[in-house]
Every structure is written in structure tokens, then in C-alpha cells.
T-cell receptor, first 112, second 113 residues
């Protein structure tokens, strides 16, 4: 099956700094790469996703970049705020899209 | 409001006592799936369903059953729970399989003693 590795497992930044979380995947046929944010006591929520026909996508302070050759994609959060503190998960589907594989999660702590 | 509803939110039970966790979505989604979340392991897929009466195993199906008799409902059944099934469980749905965003419920924390 797909193997999705996510780094780092924890990340602590000062408010206003940038945060970058990286994921690698193994199935070269994967073509959809979402990022989810999980706040305490809640289910994961999609914050941004990218398809393999583009290399970068931005939504205000959040961006995702994709390098299909190297099989990795990254989440970039600029001007971090305390409300960005949460656990972030990357994911990639198996080529037949029936199964999703998640990274092990990154706990982001934004210090005021 | 579009949502995935899981019940119960918390459940404490004993080894061997059958239980069901319900999941319902109101978005007319084709695809539904169950995950378990354990520290350091992320979310692992238990079972998924492409449509009514179509279900298949994920990566960790042992000890679990599911059914999809109606499009909106996808219950998770533990016939004989064991302590290693103590975990946080999430139900999710999406428009169509793994190429569209997943919508998650708020989770069910299960403890098996």
C-alpha cells in the first residue's frame, strides 16, 4: 500500500513566524494530496488540497507545494497565529482512490 | 448544516460485549469510511464503502464489521471488543472515493477494559 511519512512530529514557532510541514509518499500514481487540521476534541478538517497537475496552491496564509518527481508535498503557514495551534495531517490516496493513507501527524504549537 | 454525526462520543465497555458506533451523513455522499487514531500512528483505515451494499477492508479490519444498507448510514460493529481496540474512532464521508475531500465526524473515544 501507500506509505506516507510526515515530518516533523512536533513543531514550535513564535507567533508571526512561518511553519513548514513535509510529507513524502510512495505511490507515484497518487494525484490528490490534502492537508487536514485537527483541533482538540474534533475531527480533522480539510484546510487545503492540491492535485498533481499543479505545483503550488495558496489560500491566504496557507500554501501547499508538490514535487511529483521527488514524491513529496509540503504545507506552508505564514504569519502564524495562536489559533493555528493544532495537529496537522497530510494524506495521499492509493492509486485506485479507494483508500487514503495519512501521515502520523504534526503537532504545531504557536507561542504568543 | 452539512455534517457527519457519530454516536456515542464516549464509550466505556468490557471485553467481549458487542457494541455499535453509529455514523450518519446528510450530504448524499457515495463514499464512507472508518478510521482509528492512535498516538504516533496517525489515522488508519478500518473499512470503507463505495456505495450502498459495497464495503471493503482497509488496513486494520480485524475485529470490526460494517454495513451499508442505506446511503447515509455506515455503522461500525465490534462483535467482541478487546483492550487493543481502545482508540479514538472517526467516521468520514466524501463525494466520491479517495479523490475528493473527506468530511469527518467529531470522533468516538472507546475504552475497552
Amino acid at each position: 500500500g501507500e506509505n506516507v511519512e510526515q515530518h516533523p512530529s512536533t513543531l514550535s514557532v513564535q507567533e508571526g513566524d512561518s511553519a513548514v510541514i513535509k510529507c513524502t509518499y510512495s505511490d507515484s500514481a497518487s494525484n490528490y494530496f490534502p492537508w487536514y487540521k485537527q483541533e482538540l476534541g474534533k475531527g480533522p478538517q480539510l484546510i487545503i488540497d492540491i492535485r498533481s497537475n499543479v505545483g503550488e496552491k495558496k489560500d491566504q496564509r496557507i500554501a501547499v507545494t508538490l514535487n511529483k518527481t521527488a514524491k513529496h508535498f509540503s504545507l506552508h503557514i505564514t504569519e502564524t497565529q495562536p489559533e493555528d495551534s493544532a495537529v496537522y495531517f497530510c494524506a495521499a490516496p492509493l492509486y485506485n482512490f479507494n483508500k487514503f493513507y495519512f501521515g502520523s501527524g504534526t503537532k504545531l504549537n504557536v507561542k504568543p | 448544516e452539512a455534517q457527519v454525526t457519530q454516536n456515542p462520543r464516549y464509550l466505556i465497555t468490557v471485553t467481549g460485549k458487542k457494541l455499535t458506533v453509529t455514523c450518519s451523513q446528510n450530504m448524499n455522499h457515495e463514499y464512507m469510511s472508518w478510521y482509528r487514531q492512535d498516538p504516533g500512528l496517525g489515522l488508519r483505515q478500518i473499512y470503507y464503502s463505495m456505495n450502498v451494499e459495497v464495503t471493503d477492508k482497509g488496513d486494520v479490519p480485524e475485529g470490526y464489521k460494517v454495513s451499508r444498507k442505506e446511503k447515509r448510514n455506515f455503522p461500525l460493529i465490534l462483535e467482541s471488543p478487546s483492550p487493543n481496540q481502545t482508540s479514538l474512532y472517526f467516521c468520514a464521508s466524501s463525494l466520491s472515493s479517495g479523490n475528493s475531500p473527506l468530511h469527518f465526524g467529531n470522533g468516538t473515544r472507546l475504552t475497552v477494559t
